[in-house]
Each structure stands twice: as C-alpha cells, then as structure tokens.
C-alpha cells in the first residue's frame, strides 16, 4: 500500500467519503461510477487500492458534508487567491478568523479552503468572485497537492496535516450570502446574446455551440454520444475529448451520472481505436 491508501483510510475512519481516481489522472477510473462510489468503508477502499495501488483519490463533498473554497492561481490575468485577500482584509478580522481551517495547497499555486456544509446549496460550483469558486459536488485530489509526473499527475501527502472533522470550520454566513447572489445573477449567455452573430458560422463553430447547448432528460445519451464522435473525428486528444465531454454533460437537464457518461466515453474510443 502507498501513501494515498493511508490518506483514503485516514478520511475514511473520519466518516468522510472517496472514490478512487484513475492513476496519474483526475479522471474517474473507467467501469466505475465516479463520485457515486463514494464510500467510508474500509474494505472496499483496500480492495480498490490492491486492484491498483496507484488510483489517485476524490471526495465526494456533498455526501460528506463539506464545502471547498476552490483560489485558482493560473495565470498573470486572474488570481483567485490575490481577489479573495483582498476582500477578506477589507472586511476585518472577523472574516479574516474564517481563513482558520483545514487548507490545501494545489498544483498552481491555489488554495483549496475546506469548511463543514451547513446549508444546501445544490451541487454545482458557484463562482464567487473572480479566480474563487465554491464547491460543494466533489473535489477531486483529497490532499489536492499535486506533483506533476511525465503528463499525469501524482498526489504528494508527505508532511500534510489530515483532512477531518476537528479542523474544518462551518462554512461562514458570508461565503452563503456570496453563493446565493452569485447563483441570482447566473445567466445563460444565449439569453442575453440571443440574436447575435458576428459572422459566417464554419464547423468549429457550430461544434462549439454544441458543446454548450445541453439536452433535456430523453435526449442526453444521443447528443454527448453524437458530440464525443465528432470531437474525436477532429483528432482531440482523448484527455480533451473526455474533459470537454464532461463539460458538455453540466448543461444537460439534469446531467447524467457519471458512469453513464464514462460508458459513453468508452464506447466511443474504442471505436476511435482506443482502450
């Protein structure tokens, strides 16, 4: 067993829920049914990591009940954890004493801030401010410091306090009343731009627009299968094609499970020569 076996054994004896990721990735590993396989229990987390003892690691945030504060750093243009600083410091240190809970680092120089989820605030991420979002469906590298190794990625737990229950704080009022707005003022940008075009629409355009447009309920399994042929006919790499295939599935009426999708995704590769 390796460090990210101990990690998973350690949240769990906490009560708090993983589910397995596919090694070096932040993909959920194919077969299974992603954060729908969040578990505690002990021995079906050891029989995953003595199927593959480098499965990286997620949290189901909603079943466990948490919340993160997700600060992306990636790049000169947007800095997540510079914007929140800032208004946490302008607003005393009231919030600044909110900042006193479990914390993360993550690849790019973010943050992820961990809190206890006292409200229901569905299973979306919100964006708060710009570079801050709030998560509150799954987080996907629990610890979420990752070292980058030949194109994956590898969790890195040396040294790191352990995620549990005694040092996360309930999320704040503040950080509610901040989602809440942000979900009042979410709009779908088709609402607003309805009518416009500003040219002769090609292939890649209307591939785009695919890609956002959703499905309701009847629908979903025959436009993510159509788009994924079309994204792989084009030559995406199949990380991209799965990510965006993801992305896709958000904005069907309501999304489908991810093993659903996963079947999908794997239908399709292999009819594209995969494995």
């Known amino acids: 067993m390796n460090n990210t076996f101990n990690v ?5 004896e906490n009560g708090i829920k993983v589910y397995p990721l596919s090694a070096g990735s932040k993909i959920p590993v194919q077969g299974s049914h992603g954060e729908h396989d969040a578990t505690d229990d002990l021995d079906t987390i050891k029989k995953w990591f003595n199927y593959n003892h480098n499965f990286n690691l997620a949290i189901n945030l909603q079943v466990s009940g948490l919340a993160v504060v997700d600060l992306d750093n990636h790049s000169n243009e ?20 909110t ?6 680092l ?12 006292n409200h229901d605030l569905g299973n979306k991420d919100i964006q708060l401010m710009p570079g801050v979002e709030l998560l509150t469906g799954k987080v996907v590298i629990a610890p979420s410091f990752i070292a980058k190794f030949n194109k994956g990625y590898r969790a890195e737990y040396q040294g790191f306090q352990l995620l549990s229950y005694d040092n996360v704080q309930p999320l704040p009022e503040w950080i509610i009343e ?12 088709a609402t607003v731009y309805e009518n416009y075009q500003p040219g002769q629409k ?16 009847g629908d979903r399994n025959n436009y993510l299968t159509k788009l994924t042929g079309k994204m792989f006919r084009v030559g995406a790499d199949s990380k991209t094609v799965y990510n965006l295939l993801s992305f896709a599935n958000s904005n069907c009426e309501p999304p489908l499970p991810d093993h659903e999708v996963n079947s999908i995704f794997g239908s399709i590769l292999k009819k594209n020569g995969g494995r």
């Open 8 to 12: 998973a054994q350690s949240l769990a």
């Open 78 to 97: 947007t800095n997540g954890v510079q914007n929140y600083s800032k208004y946490i410091r302008n607003r005393g240190n009231g919030y600044v004493d």
């Open 99 to 104: 900042l006193k809970t479990y914390t993360e």
């Open 106 to 117: 993550t690849p790019r120089n973010g943050l992820h801030i961990f809190y206890k989820l």
């Open 202 to 217: 090609r292939w890649t355009g209307h591939l785009l627009d695919d890609l956002v447009q959703g499905a309701n309920e």
């Open 178 to 189: 901040l989602a809440e707005e942000a979900q009042k003022r979410t709009v779908k940008p």
